[in-house]
């Protein structure tokens, strides 16, 4: 299982690429693993403000739908459009084409409550 060293993990298996004042949010390959085929992602809106672990897309795959919970908390700068017409890119690249939205990080201290990849490592079972 693909756990890159370079990102954090939150426990709810979202991963964050944090580049200056900007994180990149996706699901972990453990994640989409578990879910299986995605068909569906409900992606938040540009300008949208957002609170760690709130709930900011869904997921819908042919065995259940799923919240994504942000990792941290910001205002949503981007959004993967890509995924609209390729879902399965969460399948298929995770961690890269696979990404979901981007933040624009207000507080960088809750950083520091995500995990690194030996620690969810750890907590997957790798």
Known sequence: MNVPENLKY??????VLLEGDTATVGITEHAQAELTD??????????R????KE???????VKAASDIYSPVG???????????????LLNTDSFGEGWIYKVKISDPAELDALK??????TQIGV
């Open 10 to 15: 939150a426990e709810s298996h979202e991963w």
């Open 38 to 47: 995605i068909v569906y992602v409900e992606l938040p809106k540009v300008g």
């Open 49 to 52: 403000p957002v609170v760690a």
């Open 55 to 61: 709930t900011i897309a869904v997921i819908e795959s």
């Open 74 to 88: 910001g205002e949503v700068v981007a959004v993967n459009t890509a995924l609209d017409g390729n879902p399965a």
């Open 116 to 121: 690194d990849a030996a620690a969810y490592r």
